[in-house]
Structures are given as C-alpha cells and as structure tokens.
C-alpha cells in the first residue's frame, strides 16, 4: 500500500505533450496522487528526452513531435471524451491544442500559453503581438462558445500558476496582521477589493535560484534549472508587465495596447535585457530580470478595480527573477550575441550541488507594512528526498501541475480557467507537502534603499514603489 494519499480516482486516459524537466518531474506525483495506471499513460514528445524515465515507470513513449499539420491525425486516437492532455511542450500551440481537447471532449491544463515555432521571435509579427498579453487575448477569445466545456487550465505551473494562489493567501496574511477585515474573499472583485483596501500597490514574483553544479558553465553553452529553449523564448519577448494605478512615469520606452484589456503595458526591448530591484528573504535585496510571464498580466488585471470603463485601482504586477549563477552567465552571453542562441544547453537535474535553494514566492508592497514576501524556499536536497526526477525549480513547478490537474478533475466543466479563478485553498493544500519551508516575511526595504551611494540618480522619492525607481537603469 503506498503511503501517499490518492487525492482523485480518473478513470480516463491521460496524454502528455512534451516530456522535457517538467513532464519527467510530473509522471511520479501523478503516478502517486491521482487514481490511474502507468498502462493508461501516453507520452508525445519531439525528442528521446525521458525515453528512458517512461521505461522506468512503464510508460507508452511516441516520439513524434506535434505540428499544425499531424495534431489530429496524431491526437485523435490517444484522447477522447473524459481523457486529460497535460501540455509541457515547446513549441506547440496551446490555443490549437485548447481548441482541439474541447472537440474531443478531453480535459486540458498547461503551464504557459505558447504559439507554434517561431511565435515569439518573429520580427514581421507586431512587438505588441508577440506578447504574453497578446497569447493571454487570443487564449480567452476561445472561452465564446466554450462555457461550461471541458476543464482547459491556462498557465498552471509554479510562475505563472501557484503564485496566484500565494498572492491570495499573502493578502490574507496582510490583512490579518494589519487589522483589516478581510471576510472570505470569493470572487474576483472580493479580492480586487481586499488588493485596494489593503492599499498594495505593487506585485513582484521575486525568486532567487542559488542550486549550481560543480561543472560551471562553458563559454557557448546555455545552463539552466529549468527548460533552456522556454527561458530564451520568454526571454526574448518584449518585457511586460501589469500596470498599477498607482504610477505616475510612463516609461519612455513603454507602450500601451490598443486591443484587449488594456490592463499591462510592454517595453520595446527584451525581459532578459531588463532588469528590476527585488528582495526575497534569504536573498535580501538584488537584481532581477523582468521576463514576460503570463501571471503578471493575469494578477494584475484580476486585481483590477474599475468603476465603468475608469480604472480605480490596479497594482503594477510584474517577474522579478534571478535563475541559478549560471542561467545569468549565459544569459549575459545571449544578449551578447544579440539573442542568438547559444548551440550547447544543459538543464541542470542529478549533477546539482548540495545547499542550494530556489526561494519563490511573492512580494506585496506599498501597504502599511511597507512590503511581505510569502513563498517557498525549497532546497535541492529536500526536493530530491521528496520526489525523484526533480530539482528545486521544477518541483515547485510540477507539484502545481498536479495539483492544477486534481483541480479540474474535481472540476471537469469549468470552461477555460486561469489560475486566479481556480479555488487557492486546495490548490495549496495539495503543493504545501512538496514546497519545504513556506514562509511569510515583512522586510523595511524599499527600492530607494541604500540608492545614490555612488551617484545622483533621478529617482521619485516621494512613493519608493514607483516602477521607475524599481527599474535598474
Ligand atoms: P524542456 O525544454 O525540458 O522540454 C520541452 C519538451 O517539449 C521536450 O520534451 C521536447 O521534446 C518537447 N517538444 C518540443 N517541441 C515539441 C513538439 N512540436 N511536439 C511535442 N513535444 C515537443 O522544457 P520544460 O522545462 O519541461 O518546460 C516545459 C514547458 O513548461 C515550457 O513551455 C516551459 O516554459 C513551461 N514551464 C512553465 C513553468 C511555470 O512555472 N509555469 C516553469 C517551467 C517551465
């Protein structure tokens, strides 16, 4: 009898797109909290990546990659009625795929909304088209018609995906240790509320990597902890993020949208060429980039008070990221060479050192207490007695595939779903097991701490959470 606990019997099949380090970390947290058989399990994936890993768990491997052209022929046997596609590919489109599982009748969940090849990079494509902002548009466009359709979760990984559930968790932790009563927050404009009355003016999903392998990076070779192709892609999308009430600097180089929401803005120069003023516990204070990710649009829009068309209130939400030592090398390399991808890549997994930590949370500031993280601080060494195939980073990331999937398996016609209107509370409760410490911290530091030590600097000092003192210029 195993000794972790079943969390939902599905009787149905389940097809894995892609098995790259999110999907091979997934297939042994699905083979122990979801009620099904290895036998029942498909995997599609482009490369033998991982081949060996549904060996081991005995699990059907194709190695085909999914094109615009082969999808159904490919699909249409592996997946009907009641069965679930878990998309943790590159390079496929979660739209056709969306659209596809909704035919079909089959549940779906992925963990960012990605175009077919070439999507992000195409320069004949509008910078404002080759957003996330833009990916997020065309992703809800498809819910017309689609109400009430089989379960299709968008972006539910760690970041985007589980930070929406720690913004909300956070904002609780706020209120109740600021006196603020925050009642029971059910829908949108309940949280959006709380996000006002609390007075937070900015969101960061600020990590920092610290896990690093003794074999450091070569020159010409991309290192990371997580997919190489999904940072660079994202990396070199146009900076984005969620645009607060509370800003009064338009950035020179900022432009707004002229189709959707309207509710984020993008710059025109790559994330990975941005860098932002962050701070994490363990960390303190630091640089990071601001990579485009889905959950800064979602979160800040979620968040979003309006009264008629005119916005009262929104924070600025964006990515605050600093990956492992090496991922900053190379991407130092990479804008070097002027995005051109480097021809060697390494996903770090079994030759990471002890001692490192992915710390990932989120940081609410700009309310009494000035600023509060809430995240995870997991270690390489927890997470490796804690599940194998998995470092830090990807365990936060395929715990909340699990738990995403649980959640539409329990809830199999929700139409298509964003993280922040999925139910946070077993959301978490089903990640908690897998994140090591979760800790809520407040900390003094601002973005103007410790500033002009060298020079003067053009800074507004009468609001620290403005984004231009936040931007590292
Ligand atoms: P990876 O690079 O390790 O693996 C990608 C996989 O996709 C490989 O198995 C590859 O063979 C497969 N693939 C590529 N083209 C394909 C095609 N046409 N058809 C079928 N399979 C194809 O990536 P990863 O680290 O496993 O990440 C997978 C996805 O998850 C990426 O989109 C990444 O951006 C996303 N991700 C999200 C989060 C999050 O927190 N939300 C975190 C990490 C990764």
Redesign the pocket.
Known sequence: MSQHKVHVEFPGRIVF???????QGVLPLILRHIGTQAERITI????E??ADVAVHFGVRFIK????AENLRGLLEPLLSSGDFLIN?????SSCALIEFCHERGALYLD??I?PWPGGYTDKSIPAARRTNYALRETALALRQGRENGPTAVL???????MVSHFVKQAMLNIAADTGVAAGNPQSRADWAALAHTLGIKVIHVAERDTQVSPVRKRPGEFVNT?????FV??GSQPCELGWGSHERHFPADGHRYDFGRGSSIYLSQPGAATKVRTWTPKAGHFHAFAITHGESISIADYLTVKSGDQVLYRPTAHYAYHPCDDAVLSVHELTGRNFVMQSEQR?LMNEISSGGIDELGVLLAGHTRNAYWYGSQLSIDEARTLCPFNNAT?L??TV?VLSGVIWAMENPRQGIVEPDEMDFRRNLEICMPYLGPVVGEYTDWNPLTDRERLFPEDLDRSDPWQFKNIRVR
């Open positions: 797109v892609g098995f790259g380090s999110i999907g599609v994936s482009a490369d990546r991982g085909q990659a999914v094109t943790v590919s590159v390079d496929v963990t960012c990605e972006t539910h990984g760690a970041n985007p995906g997580w997919s190489v192709d999904g892609s994202e996903i990807s936060q990331v909340a």
